[in-house]
Every structure is written in C-alpha cells, then in structure tokens.
C-alpha cells in the first residue's frame, strides 16, 4: 500500500526558531508536493520537488530519493507561519495518483 | 483573477436531503479536482476531470456525482446525504494534470450532514 508519513504531527515552536518538518513515503514517486494550509482552511501550494532543493525565502524543501524523504524547513520562523502543512506524493504520470499526509500542525509562539 | 471559487462555505444538511456544491475556476485548466478531508486524515479523492465533458472515479465517490459541461466549473453533488459524508470538501485544478504541476485550491465548503 502507497503510504505517506509525516513528523511530528504537531509541533509548538517559539518565534525565531529553525523548523523540520518530515516526510516519508513508501515506493518510488513521479513528484512530491508541500502545501500549507491556514487556519482558516485555505489550501496553498508551497513547493513541489523530484529531486534535490528548493526555496522560496524563508521556506527550503529538500528530498532524497533513495530513502524516500523529505524536508521542510522553516527558518527565523514566525506566528504568521502557524499553519498546517501537508506532503502529497505522486505515485503516477498525473495528479489523480496524489496520496496525501495527514499533515503536521505548526504553531509559532511570539 | 480569481482563481478557484467554491460556493457554499458552509452548509447544514439533514440525512437523506440533496446538495451541490460548486466548483469554478478562471485559469482555463483542464484538470479539476474533489477531495474530502476527514479530521485527522489526509486528503481524498473523490473525483476528477481531464476537461470538459470527461470525469473519473477517484479513490472514495460513492455517494457523489460530477460533471464537467464545460471548462470552467466542476459541481459536486450529494443524493442522499449520510452522516458520514460530514467533511471539508475542497476543490482543485491544475492544467494539464501532470505530477510536477503546481494545484491551485478553492478555500473549502465544511459540509455537517445531521
């Protein structure tokens, strides 16, 4: 069965800290997505890699595919950062073969 | 540009009423997309279109129909509601389907089925 793990499931940062948040998956992936979603239950797309780094200002998504994991790091984080983050992995050519994490919670304490 | 528009917000209904809830998007992208998102789960699909007039089945439709009269919008309906069709629904799309394609969202309808 495709499966995709993320760690923590919840995470309680102080503002200014460095975030991980990690993704694992099972079998070998055409792509992998990071979304966040806000409180109020938008859904953006923040990055999607096949293969090493990417960044967007304060957000770095890292992956290696031979042991099938991901990264999202958050650096000099801050409250506006609170949000839920998802990974979703594409096990096929299109995105109806997305499998979807369950998704880290981040809150960022001023 | 408004992106994807998904109307209602909210939404009570009782067991055995019917629904639809609407999807539009103005990017002219030919993939569009339902899920449902349980508490504590990830997402899930329930169907999808690769353009006008062609759907597919995703992962968890029974219980929900589509259709794609044109490029634009994507209706999700509800016959029948059950309790456990309770759940935030979100609609996407992306152009051409592809996997290393970026997924535009609307902002959700949280459905309560009583």
Same mark, same amino acid.
């Given at each position: 069965?495709?499966?995709?793990?993320?760690?923590?499931?919840?995470l309680?940062?102080?503002?200014?800290?460095?975030?991980t948040?990690?993704?694992?998956?099972?079998?070998?992936?055409?792509?992998?997505?990071?979304?966040?979603?806000?409180?109020?239950?938008?859904?953006?797309?923040?990055?999607?890699?096949?293969?090493?780094?990417k960044k967007h200002?304060?957000?770095?998504a890292?992956?290696?595919?031979?042991?099938?994991?991901?990264?999202?790091?958050?650096?000099?984080?801050h409250?506006?950062?609170s949000?839920?983050?998802?990974?979703?992995?594409?096990y096929g050519?299109?995105?109806?073969?997305?499998?979807?994490?369950?998704?880290?919670?981040?809150?960022?304490?001023? | 540009?408004?992106g994807?528009?998904?109307?209602?917000?909210?939404?009570?209904?009782?067991?055995?009423?019917?629904?639809? %809830?609407?999807c539009?998007?103005?990017?002219?992208?030919?993939?569009m997309?339902w899920y449902?998102?349980?508490?504590?789960?990830?997402?899930?699909?329930?169907?999808?279109?690769?353009?006008?007039?062609?759907?597919?089945?995703?992962?968890?439709?029974?219980?929900?129909?589509?259709?794609?009269?044109?490029t634009?919008?994507?209706? %999700?309906?509800l016959?029948?509601?059950?309790?456990s069709?309770?759940?935030?629904?979100?609609c996407?799309?992306?152009?051409?389907?592809?996997?290393?394609?970026?997924?535009?969202?609307?902002?959700?309808?949280? %459905?309560?089925?009583l």
């Amino acid at each position: 069965k495709n499966e995709v793990e993320q760690s923590p499931q919840n995470l309680t940062a102080q503002e200014g800290e460095f975030i991980t948040i990690n993704c694992s998956y099972s079998v070998g992936i055409s792509a992998l997505h990071w979304l966040q979603q806000h409180p109020g239950g938008g859904i953006v797309s923040l990055f999607m890699l096949s293969s090493g780094k990417k960044k967007h200002g304060r957000l770095i998504a890292t992956i290696n595919i031979q042991e099938k994991h991901s990264s999202l790091h958050i650096t000099a984080s801050h409250p506006r950062d609170s949000a839920v983050y998802i990974c979703a992995v594409n096990y096929g050519g299109s995105q109806g073969n997305l499998i979807f994490g369950k998704g880290t919670k981040l809150s960022v304490k001023p | 540009n408004a992106g994807v528009t998904q109307t209602p917000k909210f939404r009570i209904l009782k067991i055995g009423q019917s629904m639809t %809830l609407q999807c539009t998007q103005d990017m002219n992208h030919n993939y569009m997309y339902w899920y449902r998102q349980d508490p504590g789960m990830g997402l899930k699909l329930i169907y999808y279109s690769v353009g006008a007039g062609i759907t597919d089945k995703g992962e968890v439709p029974n219980g929900y129909n589509v259709s794609r009269s044109t490029t634009e919008d994507f209706p %999700l309906r509800l016959e029948l509601a059950a309790p456990s069709q309770t759940s935030v629904y979100f609609c996407a799309s992306s152009y051409r389907g592809r996997a290393n394609e970026k997924l535009f969202f609307g902002s959700g309808t949280q %459905l309560s089925v009583l």
